[in-house]
């Protein structure tokens, strides 16, 4: 998967942290020598999208110079996990020091009214204090309220929920706090059929609202009907926002129903769509399985800031995928790894999440606890994406992201 900032076309896994961690508060550090600051933002600078893109060239030319020998390209494999691995690991280091950064706005604060700063100063800084408390404590809220819901019940995608967690999820959380941003008015997720875009959507919106699913429109109406639901909900989104404080998230799922080039509310759309941030205190979360019939108005970067494609998983992810519904068998001595392998390397097509969910349904309902029995039954069993449609959707995302 890949999150695609459709403002400068570049790929993005990762968004630096930007807001209230970037305050400049050097300025009564010159003035009171005694008094001294750490920059943790510059200690925040590892771009995933680097890494993901360095390893897809790398690969790419050893799938060229060694093929048919997948255990050539293990080591590669194993390297890329690694990066990744780090480059987590620094998620968890940077929280800690946003934790730390509280603490020093804190001396600071005490130091500056010992020494007589001004008024704007102490201000400026009790402001930064009251708004890194306030970012901290939402997102503790958020993990509390997230444990059986959101990204929990999510398997794999590691990297992707982190680039979501950056990207817009902290985002919420500072506007929250009183930091002044600008939010995206709508973001589309993209893939084949079951690969979990919706799944993905809800989980978002859960991660952003402690917990609660998205408003869902019921795309299943007429044209004219769905628009008079979304025009009462973010009727409801603008009262919401003025009591709370809290953006409405709306979920409009196969979105290309409405957003086709000769739809009759196509302007009606492309009206909402536009003013979601600033006018209806919402954000729009739009899943497609043809993003292609998507009108290219609707995917502008004023209306549709973000488009994300969700891929059939790969093997790290079929593995996390397999973990997660293969251990609620309760079953000592499954070989997830000989599982995830024998899924991945299907050569008529490929499970999606959901393909993976259904197996692990069929195994239950006929009693099948294994390793070997799971394999033979996935041998048995039929992709439920066919090579025909996995070529046909790498074609249609070449095609959309390259337009």
């Known amino acids: 998967m890949r999150i695609n900032n459709i403002y400068n076309t570049k790929n993005i896994n990762s968004i630096f942290f930007n807001g209230v961690f970037t305050t400049n508060i050097k300025d009564i550090d010159k003035k009171h020598a005694p008094v001294v600051t750490t920059d943790y933002v510059d200690s925040f ?35 890329y996990r690694g990066r990744m691995n780090a480059w987590r690991e620094d998620q968890i280091i ?61 398997a794999g995608y590691e990297p992707e929920k982190a680039a979501l967690q950056n990207v817009l999820i902290n985002k919420i959380f500072e506007e929250q706090s009183g930091v002044p ?30 917990g609660e699913k998205p408003v869902m429109i019921d795309m299943s109406e007429g044209p004219d009907d769905i628009m008079d639901e979304i025009e009462v909900e973010t009727r409801r989104s603008r009262k919401k926002y003025k009591q709370t404080g809290e953006r409405t998230i709306i979920l409009l799922d ?46 502008t970067p004023d209306r549709t800031s973000f488009i994300i494609n969700i891929d059939p998983p790969d093997f790290e992810n079929t593995l996390a995928v397999v973990e997660f519904y293969f251990s609620a068998l309760k079953q000592q001595g499954l070989d997830y790894n000989k599982i995830a392998k024998a899924i991945s390397n ?14 692990y349904k069929r195994c239950c309902s006929n009693k099948i606890h294994t390793t070997d029995g799971i394999i033979n039954l996935v041998n048995k069993t039929l992709p439920n994406i066919t090579q025909k449609e996995l070529n046909s959707y790498e074609n249609d995302k070449k095609m959309f992201l390259g337009r």
């Not at 993209?190 to 979990?196: I, L, Q, R, S, V």
């Open 94 to 154: 940077f929280q800690k020091a946003k934790e730390a950064h509280l603490k020093d706005i804190e001396q600071l604060l005490e130091a500056a009214k010992k020494r007589n700063a001004t008024l704007d100063e102490l201000t400026k800084l009790k402001s930064d204090f009251e708004a890194t408390q306030k970012t901290i404590n939402l997102a503790k809220k958020q993990q509390a309220a997230n444990k059986n819901c959101g990204f929990s019940r999510l």
């Open 45 to 79: 600078q590892k771009n995933a999208d680097n890494i993901t893109s360095t390893y897809e060239r790398e690969r790419e030319k050893a799938e060229n110079k060694w093929f048919g020998r997948k255990r050539a390209l293990r080591k590669l494999d194993d390297e």
């Open 346 to 359: 299907c050569s008529n097509g490929r499970y999606s999440n959901s393909g993976i969910e259904e197996l």
């Open 254 to 299: 196969e979105v290309e129903a409405i957003a086709h080039q000769d739809s009759e509310v196509l302007d009606e759309l492309k009206a909402k769509l536009s003013k979601a941030f600033d006018d209806d205190k919402c954000i729009y979360i739009m899943t497609s399985n043809n993003p292609a019939e998507i009108s290219p108005d609707i995917l």
């Open 181 to 210: 941003i600008k939010l995206p008015n709508a973001a589309l997720f993209f893939g084949p059929t079951g690969t979990g875009k919706t799944t993905f959507a809800i989980a978002l919106a859960q991660e952003i609202n402690n």
